[in-house]
């Protein structure tokens, strides 16, 4: 195996994920499909497949400012699930001894559950 190439996420409504997951959190639409009625996105070189057909999955999108990007969902009306907070801090196992890995949880247009990760 050579990594993750792609990702599933559930959705009811597909132009409403489609707004939520382009014009909200950011991410680069590549592609729309009708039929089946999947839309696709970049997540860094991930796929992130949007399709009513998916499960829900719970996503870690990685952020560089993880106050300044709740307070952006904020603005748009984004459920925030759990306010940031510290989860651990690193002793070397991720890469970055003693770097404090902070997180916070919001659901998105759908229901599904997300989360910020520093």
């Not at 950011?26 to 949007?50: E, M």
């Not at 699930?81 to 770097?99: A, I, M, N, S």
């Amino acid at each position: 195996m050579r990594g993750l190439t792609q990702v599933a996420q559930h959705a009811d409504d597909l132009d409403r994920a489609t707004a939520f997951y382009r014009d909200v959190l950011g991410l680069r639409h590549v592609a729309t499909y009708r039929p089946p009625g999947l839309a696709s996105f970049d997540l860094d070189g991930v796929r992130l497949l949007v399709e009513k057909g998916a499960p829900s999955a719970v996503l870690y999108l990685a952020t560089d400012d993880l106050e300044a990007d709740v307070a952006r969902l904020r603005a748009h009306d984004v459920a925030i699930v759990q306010e940031p907070h510290l989860v651990f801090t690193d002793d070397g196992t991720f890469g970055t001894r003693d770097k404090e890995i902070r997180m916070a949880a919001f659901r998105d247009s759908e229901g599904n559950l997300l989360c910020l990760m520093t």
